[in-house]
């Protein structure tokens, strides 16, 4: 099932063109890693699908990105609700200086919940999705700048996953994180699988390798390739691939 | 005649260090013959009297209540004013020659003598708008002369929220009005509150702008309404100075004493509110 697809998606910063013609098709419910050297473009089309890079002046799209059919840069796309459906997970770990209750409940509550008790049984619910809750339960007052940048990042994880989105993007969610709390967090991908489609935009080939099951490799602004990540990285069929991931590129 | 580098660094260090030195002397002077002249006068009954005799004796009770009324009146005023304009341009204008103009204009506000700014409410609202010599008048007055002030220092505040926050909270499908509420200003609170306050201390000591527009010269009582005119310190203190013979000097320098106090405490609260953020303040 494709819950994500870009067809024939040009994106320029002005007169720079960073995307170039990019047909992408995402399967529902895996994980695809798009990789490739910085500039390549991936963060990019990873912000093309949720359309952060709006905020971004001077910011030109032509081409379609089709969500479950429905192409979001159709004139008159409600953005809120775009974004509620295709939730982001930046780089660095961004919680709002608030404490770690009132930021998983930012989402809710600004959509509308306010009943205190709802709101308590959501920040349990996900806060043990992302495996938190036996950690914090008794610091749910604590202010969640004082968390570990890995506590962090899960509960910024947590954070989007309560508003309900179908879509995580990643932009590459663990190059603050040291390498155990990497593996975890790959741990919490394979788990979040069930229930989202993930992309994760990574420069970490060998984090592509384990945790994802579609890999596209970018470079300067074209999808190169995009396969099976088995089959991309054992038996690439680009000269360019081959040479980025055996490491004699990028 | 010739030195050596050392000793031409050291005549250089000393000349800085004396024209560096010479900026506290005066601040040191008006303050110690303030304190000296000023502070036999202040009494329980200077702050909470009427001026009896023509001003020759008697409190400055009505002067200080008028004051209070001009600076709240003008923030009430110029605090929402301000921060709307300072939110406009930093969250949702698209920068063009509409918002250069906007941005432009703020500057040569900040630039406009006070007196030309007390003729200006003298024309536009006790004549034009006909709320007569009232603290409405002066304040609406005050207001546009803080306004150059506050949204200088929210436009600061504002782009000081890190963008990351606005990302969060936009790819959560909060919508920008909601991310601009709920985590943008109350973010930028602590830099406007801290401009807000530095506005109101640099016009609670104006003369100018109320002298056409609100001071009454005597008027020993208090207000009753905005549309009533009202005493004033700095005109007050201009009116003892210059316009009544026979005044004791201690009435003068107390009334100094008293209008220097509050704009100095006003400025006191804002550099306490800012440390106590900065050192909560994570990011």
């Keep these: 099932m494709s819950k994500i697809e870009t067809k024939n998606l040009d994106l320029f910063y002005g007169t720079f063109q960073a995307l170039i013609d990019v047909d992408l098709v995402i399967k529902e419910k895996m994980i695809t890693a798009l990789i490739g050297p910085s500039g390549c473009g991936k963060s990019t089309l990873l912000r093309a699908l949720n359309r952060m890079n709006d905020l971004i002046d001077g910011v030109k799209v032509t081409g379609k990105v089709l969500i479950d059919g429905k192409n979001i840069y159709e004139p008159g796309t409600d953005l809120v609700e775009l974004r509620k459906k295709v939730g982001m997970v930046f780089q660095r770990p961004n919680p709002f200086p608030l404490s770690v209750f009132d930021n998983i409940a930012y989402g809710p509550r600004t959509h509308g919940l306010k009943d205190r008790g709802k709101l308590g049984e959501i920040v349990e619910r996900f806060l043990s999705r992302v495996q938190l809750w036996d950690v914090l339960k008794d610091r749910l007052e604590d202010s969640a700048l004082d968390l570990s940048l890995e506590q962090q990042q899960r509960l910024c994880i947590a954070r989007l996953v309560a508003v309900m989105p179908d879509v995580v993007l990643m932009d590459e969610p663990c190059s603050a994180l040291d390498p155990l709390a990497t593996q975890r967090i790959e741990e919490l991908m394979f788990e979040l699988k069930k229930d989202y489609t993930i992309l994760i935009v990574t420069h970490n080939m060998q984090q592509a390798a384990r945790v994802s099951d579609w890999t596209g490799f970018m470079l300067l602004g074209k999808l190169v390739e995009y396969g099976e990540t088995k089959q991309v990285f054992t038996n690439p069929q680009e000269k360019q691939t081959e040479e980025y991931i055996t490491g004699r590129y990028g | 005649m010739k030195f050596k580098p050392q000793t031409k660094q050291k005549i250089a260090f000393i000349l800085l260090g004396i024209a560096a030195s010479i900026v506290i002397i005066p601040v040191i002077l008006i303050l110690a013959i303030l304190i000296q002249r000023g502070l036999p006068a202040i009494s329980w009954q200077f702050l909470t009297e009427m001026p009896r005799m023509g001003m020759r004796a008697g409190g400055i009770f009505p002067a200080i209540v008028g004051t209070l009324c001009l600076?709240?009146?003008?923030?009430?005023?110029?605090?929402?004013?301000?921060?709307?304009?300072?939110?406009?341009?930093?969250?949702?204008?698209?920068?063009?020659?509409?918002?250069?103009?906007?941005?432009?204009?703020?500057?040569?506000?900040?630039?406009?003598?006070s007196v030309v700014y007390g003729l200006f409410g003298l024309g536009l609202f006790v004549i034009f708008f006909q709320f007569g010599s009232s603290i409405l008048a002066g304040a609406l007055t005050l207001a546009i002369m803080e306004l150059p002030v506050i949204i200088t220092s929210s436009k600061e505040a504002l782009m000081s929220v890190p963008r990351s926050f606005r990302e969060a909270s936009l790819a959560l499908g909060v919508s920008r009005w909601?991310?601009?509420?709920?985590?943008?200003?109350?973010?930028?609170?602590?830099?406007?509150?801290?401009?807000?306050?530095?506005?109101?201390?640099?016009?609670?000591?104006?003369?100018?702008?109320?002298?056409?527009?609100?001071?009454?010269?005597?008027?020993?009582?208090?207000?009753?309404?905005?549309?009533?005119?009202?005493?004033?310190?700095?005109?007050?203190?201009?009116?003892?100075?210059?316009?009544?013979?026979?005044?004791?000097?201690?009435?003068?320098?107390?009334?100094?004493?008293?209008?220097?106090?509050?704009?100095?405490?006003?400025?006191?609260?804002?550099?306490?509110?800012?440390?106590?953020?900065?050192?909560?303040k994570q990011w």
């Design chain 2, 71 to 113: 600076v709240f009146c003008a923030i009430s005023v110029a605090l929402p004013l301000g921060v709307l304009t300072a939110v406009y341009l930093v969250e949702y204008a698209k920068r063009n020659w509409w918002t250069r103009m906007i941005e432009i204009a703020i500057v040569n506000l900040a630039g406009v003598p």
């Design chain 2, 178 to 280: 909601q991310t601009i509420r709920h985590v943008v200003l109350p973010n930028a609170l602590p830099g406007i509150l801290t401009g807000a306050i530095l506005g109101i201390s640099r016009t609670a000591g104006e003369t100018a702008p109320i002298l056409f527009t609100v001071a009454a010269f005597y008027l020993p009582r208090l207000p009753k309404s905005i549309f009533d005119q009202c005493m004033a310190l700095p005109y007050h203190l201009y009116v003892l100075s210059t316009q009544v013979p026979n005044v004791k000097p201690a009435l003068q320098y107390g009334t100094a004493l008293v209008l220097v106090g509050m704009v100095f405490l006003l400025n006191l609260v804002a550099i306490i509110v800012r440390a106590r953020i900065r050192s909560k």
